[in-house]
């Protein structure tokens, strides 16, 4: 019997004295999926978060460049966010990081006492300059390579470095960010690819198709219009950044990871009571 086996001997009641009948197996089992898939992550090596971001950037462009497409074609922003799926289902199925996919999982783990919380923090660094790096570089080749997409590219821009700080502006980074959050628990709660994609393609029709505030993907099409020629610059996009991602801290974390945690609570109580001093560097 392994060391983790003989620790859940010992939880068959919890601090409720809840005994196993009354446990949600589905929760539990959840949990420790999220915090046994994510502690890998957390231990990687920097060079290696950095090219896993920066894979990411380039990947979820490609959902960028099929947005604007869709836009440019039909002036659907409901259809183009759908073909902005094809971004997520790159990231789904080339196992890359975007930052605010980083929300849900890595928290769990540094929770459980699996991970430092330095550990969190290069985590985020590293995987949001990659991300950045690789979408810049990526939206200069889709505006270069496709120069029927810079007027579309311009407009969408602006829709987002223009739009200020108001109510309405965080409070749709905040739906972003727990609509994200959500998509890693969608992924992580099945083994079912199709379920999956679908799962992605959902997720891309709310945050792209109806103009959620998202700090990464937005940034996107703000770097695709500044390649472009527009008149708005990275002091624009810089403010825009900082105000996205605190609204998407808020959604992902706040909300959606809080309340996930608070449910499992007890598992993940489990799990800092067993967790050996060798997985808290």
Do not use: C
């Not at 392994?2 to 939880?11: A, I, K, M, P, Q």
């Not at 790159?90 to 980083?102: D, I, P, Q, Y």
């Not at 891309?204 to 008149?231: C, E, N, P, Q, R």
Request: glycine share 12%.
């Amino acid at each position: 019997m392994t060391e983790r086996e003989s620790d859940d001997e010992g939880f068959r009641t919890d601090s409720k004295g809840r005994h196993a009948p009354l446990r949600e197996d589905e929760v539990e089992r959840a949990l420790d999926t999220i915090v046994s898939r994510g502690r890998p992550r957390l231990f990687r090596t920097m060079p290696e978060l950095l090219a896993s971001g920066t894979i990411a950037g380039v990947e979820i462009s490609l959902g960028v460049l099929a947005f604007l497409s869709v836009e440019q074609a039909t002036g659907s922003k409901p259809l183009a966010g759908l073909a902005f799926g094809v971004g997520f289902i790159a990231l789904l199925l080339g196992n890359s990081e975007l930052f605010t996919e980083g929300f849900l999982v890595p928290i769990a783990v540094v929770l459980a006492r699996e991970a430092g919380w330095w550990r969190l923090a290069r985590f985020w660094l590293a995987t949001l300059v990659g991300n950045l790096i690789g979408g810049w570089g990526t939206m200069w080749m889709v505006v270069v390579a496709f120069p029927g997409l810079r007027e579309v590219a311009v407009e969408t821009g602006r829709t987002f470095a223009e739009s200020g700080f108001t109510p309405r502006t965080f409070l749709l980074a905040v739906l972003a960010g727990s609509t994200m959050t959500l998509l890693t628990r969608m992924r992580i709660g099945t083994d079912d690819d199709v379920a999956r994609v679908l799962a992605s393609m959902a997720t891309a029709f709310l945050v792209a198709g109806l103009g959620m505030y998202h700090s990464v993907l937005d940034t996107l099409f703000i770097f695709g219009g500044i390649h472009a020629g527009a008149g708005y610059g990275y002091g624009p996009w810089i403010a825009f950044f900082g105000w996205t991602v605190l609204g998407n801290a808020v959604g992902g974390i706040g909300l959606t990871t809080f309340l996930r945690l608070v449910r499992s609570h007890e598992r993940l109580y489990e799990w800092r009571r067993s967790a050996p001093a060798s997985h808290r560097p």
